[in-house]
């Protein structure tokens, strides 16, 4: 079955950076349809998107990391990234990678959670 484990979060000062990753396991990147992405949660909020990347290569933001944050995947690792530069304290979230298999692309996928079926625990980010 699918896996999803995220790992790379922690404690920066604003204006650092941190690259959180998410290893992939119980199914080939090659399939017809697949989109990855990075969501973000913060206590008492809904969950928001973060950035997305599709079965095209086509990469999609949030407006508020836009500029900041590049999301990649290394098909032979099977590892979803996300690079974030110039951190700021209202980065500070629980940011958890999901996968889904419809057919999503990375624009559409910033308003799509619900078609992400699978997810990974989370990993902190805090920024102070």
């Known amino acids: 079955h699918v896996q999803l484990v995220e790992s790379g979060g922690g404690s920066v000062q604003a204006g650092g950076s941190l690259r959180l990753s998410c290893l992939i396991s119980?199914?080939?990147?090659?399939?017809?349809?697949?989109?990855e992405a990075w969501f973000r949660q913060v206590p008492g909020k809904e969950r928001e998107a973060v950035a997305a990347l599709d079965v095209d290569g086509d990469t999609a933001y949030a407006d508020f990391v836009k500029g900041r944050s590049t999301i990649s995947i290394d098909k032979a690792k099977h590892t979803l990234y996300l690079q974030m530069n110039s951190l700021k304290p209202e980065d500070t979230a629980m940011y958890y990678c999901?996968?889904?298999?419809?057919?999503?692309?990375?624009?559409?996928?910033?308003?799509?959670?619900?078609?992400?079926?699978?997810w990974g625990r989370g990993t902190q980010v805090t920024v102070s």
């Open positions: 119980g199914y080939t990147i090659g399939v017809s349809s697949w989109c």
């Open positions: 999901a996968a889904s298999f419809l057919r999503v692309t990375a624009i559409e996928a910033l308003d799509a959670e619900a078609d992400f079926g699978y």
